[in-house]
Every structure is written in structure tokens, then in C-alpha cells.
């Protein structure tokens, strides 16, 4: 008896065992992932997607049935993986990203990752001039109208086009720069026309979706990485055509938490100049970093007064903080164009003690 009750309690483990693998496709997946966010979420990504992806998408949601919990996880777990894959690639390289995905999970995981990841940035519009060098990319686009050589620039790294726009005639480059921060979504039926006239010269490539390119946050990148000469030139353009435009390129191309950046002289110079009570309100909402940074480069007595005040400080409304960020911002700024103090960018600048 006691044997026949013990097989029976392992028939159903063993079925468990048995229970067969769901195989999803990738539309599958990617609507499992948009229900897991639920409506409001989802709603934000369809906002970048072109309307027969929204109509595919929303038709697999429709036909999707009860997921488990298990599957469910699953696929999250992988489109997580897929997200911190893309961006490792994007932001370090192919041999970074492999280093970063192998230490987290082991080298079987990271390589299936990665295929995963090159195989999509292969169609990325205009990845064929990754591959170009800075002085073929110059001898290509010199005669291109300047909407076409902002959209190329948009789409390579902000260090590259820094080189490109660095190249061209000085009129020429306010047109691109005022031309890029313009830039918004492009279609794809504008990308593939532009990459039909240059694939001639470089790799066929196909565009297949929609993106994201250029604007403010992108030049600002671009302008951090270019010579101060190109870059004075350019906001002198920039600020007879647009001022407002300008302001906000410059103002973007140095932040708050930048600071930690600055070498300890340099801050030593700013934090003089401010308001106590700015400093305060700015470290609000500051990282330990940034926080540690400042405190240091700061005598012991002014150190202990701020963080006495911040103690006592709440309720402080958000606006209040980057408000006070910002003015320390524009001392910072300020300090800079008199040459009292230095802000690297983007590694351009060589320090000689």
C-alpha cells in the first residue's frame, strides 16, 4: 500500500516534468511584453512606432490567450536582457558590452545576447558609415545640402560627427548644427532616400523602421566633443540666427552632475561664487558623487553649514532645485569663458599641470 501510494504522488511530478516548452514568436513576445506594462506604458512606446507596427502589435494582443506566470517572467527577463545588451553596445562598443555581459552571466549567455543585438543593429539607419572613416565621410558630404549632412551626422556617433562638422567651412557648419537641432522623427522613406545616393560609395543598407535622431540633447553632444574654435564659431552663427536655440544648446552641454568631472581647483573657483543657499537647494536632489565632490572642495566650516541646512531644508519643490542647479550651472559656464576654471569635453582637452 504504501508503495502504491508513493508512485501514485510521483505520476504527477513526473507529468510536471513532461510539460512541453512554449515556443513564442518575436511579435508573440513583444505582446506579452506590452500587456506585462500595462495600458498607460504601452501607450508611451506606441507613440514611436509606425502604424502598421501599432496595428500588428495590438492584433497579437488581441489573439493573445492567459500566459503563465513562469513564461511571462521569462520574456521579461529576456527583453530586459535584450535592453541592457542594446545600450552596453551602443554607449561602449561590441568588446565592452561582451565584457560587461560575460562578468553578469557567464560567456554562453552574453554570446547569444549579443547575436541577438548585432543582428538588430545591423539594420540601424546609416550603421554602414560606422565603418567610415572621418576623412571619406568629409569628401562625401562636402556638397551635400546641409539637411542631408545633419541627418547622416545624426545617426553616427557624437564623437565622429564632432570630426565631420569640425571639417566643413565655417558657414557650412552653422547650417548643419541648426539644421541637426531641428531634427526630429524621420521617416523612413526620407532615411532610404539619402542612403540610396550614398550606397554607391559605402554598404548597401535596408531601413525598415522609424527613429529618433538629432535634436538639442544630440548637438549638445556633437558640440561638447568639437574644438573650441568650431565651437565658438558655431554659437556666434547660431546666436544672429536663433539665440533661444543657442542658449538651450549651451545650456545643455554642461549639467549639474557634470561637476564630478571638474578638477578639484575648478570647483573650489565656482563654489565661491555661489549663493550658499543655492548649493543647498541643488543638493536636494544631487547624487552622493556629485554631493561628495563639492563638500571636499569646500572649507570644513562652509561644509558642515550646508549639510546643517540641508538637514532642516523640506518640502522643497523640484523647480526650486534645478533652478538652483541651473544658476551654479551658469556660474560654471561663466567662469569658463573668462578662462578661471576648465570643463573637459568629451576628452578633447589636454591638461598641463
Given amino acids: 500500500m504504501a508503495e502504491a501510494a508513493t508512485a501514485a504522488q510521483a505520476k504527477p511530478a513526473a507529468k510536471q516534468k513532461q510539460k512541453p516548452k512554449v515556443e513564442l514568436t518575436s511579435a508573440q513576445k513583444a505582446a506579452a511584453v506590452v ?23 495590438t492584433l497579437e494582443v488581441a489573439r493573445m490567450g492567459i500566459l503563465d506566470s513562469e513564461i511571462t517572467e521569462e520574456i521579461l527577463n529576456e527583453f530586459y536582457m535584450m535592453c541592457l545588451s542594446n545600450k552596453a553596445v551602443t554607449e561602449g562598443g561590441l568588446e565592452y558590452a561582451r565584457a560587461v555581459l560575460e562578468k553578469a552571466y557567464g560567456p554562453q549567455a552574453a ?9 538588430s543593429l545591423k539594420h ?11 576623412k571619406s565621410m568629409v569628401s562625401t558630404l562636402r556638397n ?7 541627418l547622416v551626422l545624426a545617426h553616427v556617433d557624437p564623437d565622429k560627427a564632432a570630426d565631420v562638422l569640425a571639417s566643413l567651412d565655417e558657414s557650412r557648419q552653422v547650417q548643419v548644427v541648426k539644421s541637426m537641432a531641428k531634427l526630429e522623427g524621420v521617416s523612413p522613406t526620407a532615411v532610404k532616400i539619402i542612403e540610396s545616393q550614398l550606397r554607391g560609395q559605402f554598404d548597401n543598407i535596408m531601413v525598415t523602421s ?12 556633437v558640440m561638447n566633443n568639437l574644438d573650441r574654435t568650431s565651437e565658438k564659431n558655431i554659437f556666434d552663427g547660431l546666436s544672429d540666427y536663433d539665440q533661444e536655440l543657442a542658449d538651450e544648446i549651451r545650456k545643455r552641454m554642461f549639467v549639474f552632475e557634470d561637476i564630478i568631472t571638474m578638477d578639484d581647483r575648478s570647483v573650489q573657483r565656482f563654489v565661491r561664487d555661489c549663493d550658499p543657499r543655492d548649493l543647498v537647494l541643488a543638493l536636494k536632489a544631487a547624487n552622493a558623487e556629485v554631493a561628495n565632490k563639492l563638500f571636499t572642495n569646500m572649507s570644513s566650516r562652509m561644509a558642515q553649514n550646508i549639510k546643517d541646512d540641508l538637514e532642516i531644508t523640506s518640502n522643497v519643490r523640484m523647480k526650486d532645485v534645478e533652478e538652483a542647479q541651473q544658476r551654479i550651472v551658469g556660474i560654471i559656464r561663466g567662469l569658463e569663458e573668462k578662462g578661471e576654471i576648465i570643463i573637459l569635453k568629451g576628452g578633447k582637452d589636454d591638461i598641463i599641470a
Fill in 124 to 134: 540601424r539607419p546609416f550603421s554602414f558609415m560606422d565603418k567610415v572613416d572621418v
Fill in 210 to 221: 522609424n527613429i529618433k535622431v538629432g535634436g538639442v540633447d544630440y548637438v549638445a553632444s
Fill in 111 to 119: 554570446e547569444e545576447m549579443l547575436g541577438k543585438v548585432t543582428k
Fill in 35 to 57: 500587456v506585462a506594462l500595462g495600458a498607460e506604458k504601452a501607450s508611451l512606446l506606441y507613440r514611436f512606432m509606425e502604424p502598421e507596427e501599432v496595428e500588428q502589435l
Fill in 144 to 150: 551635400e545640402r546641409p539637411q542631408t549632412i545633419a
